[in-house]
């Protein structure tokens, strides 16, 4: 089959009520690109009729549009995976289902490409979403620059274009968990970010809650950077000469002033702060941890249940 320029990867997951809408706005849009182009759908487990509209769409424009079909939920990030593994095109564009994105902008991505940057990146314009999102994603988006020093306004929007070379470096990273848009910067010789769309929800609610938001964060912190266990082995440090510190003054205050019962309770209170600083250290380690016994499990990232596109003779 002949390469198509573009490629553009969607994940699915139970966006029964919004693939109809989708569909409406994004062939057109790809349409008026002017280049050759494919749609990569990847059902990832939905349990409403996406997968049913997703072989419906198939049927309609098979020329131009591939269906993966997962065999279960295994998240946003293996879907977009999975999509990369099976795109053909030189040009690789994300988007999400829920049509927060306009399709419109894809266009504004490819142009960008066409000025020699790999790597485009995204920030949304006038986000539509609740404050308490808008709040978190800003806060998070501020730590994960400091600590990972990978540098993205706006981690939350999954719109981007990636240039092949990057695509074959991701799919050749074989890593069990990461955060693409990250993983992709690390490998981009020529980044830039521009500004795109947002909108409300077509349809559907959010699949990300405030845990979700916090837990991707923290795994992309402990996925690209080692400095949470650095910082907190300086905080450790930090607090055992203090500990030291405070041990010292209480035998001198001992010696000079005596036994006395009432530094009873502030005993248990330090001891208790230094008690919760050892179990998070436990927890912050443990993470890492479980991300080296989920590597060298070697176990399937997906699994694929099936595949729809167009034979070519």
């Not at 320029?5 to 919004?18: A, K, T, W």
């Not at 989708?22 to 494919?38: K, N, T, V």
């Not at 690789?92 to 490819?110: G, M």
Request: proline share 4%; hydrophobic share 45%; with cysteine.
């Amino acid at each position: 089959m002949s390469a198509p320029l573009v490629s553009v990867i969607i994940p699915v997951y139970n966006e029964e009520e919004g693939l109809p809408s989708l569909f409406a706005r994004l062939y057109p849009a790809l349409d008026a690109l002017g280049h050759s182009y494919e749609i990569i759908f990847i059902n990832d487990g939905s349990r409403d009729r996406s997968a049913a509209l997703l072989r419906e769409q198939f049927q309609q424009r098979p020329d131009v549009t591939r269906v993966i079909l997962l065999n279960g939920n295994f998240g946003q990030h293996m879907a977009i995976m999975a999509g990369f593994e099976r795109s053909r095109g030189q040009r690789i564009v994300t988007l999400d289902a829920d049509l927060q994105n306009p399709p419109e902008d894809i266009i504004k991505l490819v142009a960008k490409m066409d000025e020699g940057y790999d790597y485009i990146g995204s920030i949304r314009r006038l986000r539509q979403d609740r404050w308490w999102r808008r709040k978190a994603s800003r806060a998070m988006n501020w730590l994960r620059e400091r600590i990972t020093k990978v540098k993205m306004t706006d981690q939350g929007c999954m719109m981007r274009a990636y240039d092949r070379t990057i695509i074959d470096a991701i799919n050749h990273s074989q890593e069990v968990n990461t955060f693409i848009p990250a993983l992709g910067f690390t490998f981009a010789r020529n980044p830039v970010e521009i500004e795109v769309g947002h909108e409300e929800r077509a349809a559907g609610e959010s699949k990300y809650s405030l845990y979700k938001l916090i837990r991707l964060n923290f795994d992309l912190m402990t996925a690209f950077s080692s400095m949470p266990l650095q910082i907190f082995s300086l905080f450790g440090m930090a607090i055992s000469l203090l500990s030291a510190l405070f041990f010292v003054f209480l035998v001198i205050r001992r010696l000079i002033v005596g036994p006395e019962a009432e530094g009873l309770f502030t005993l248990f209170a330090l001891m208790f702060f230094l008690i919760g600083i050892a179990l998070f250290g436990i927890g912050l380690l443990g993470e890492y941890v479980s991300r080296i016994y989920e590597q060298v499990r070697r176990r399937p990232r997906y699994l694929v249940q099936a595949v729809l596109e167009q034979v070519q003779e």
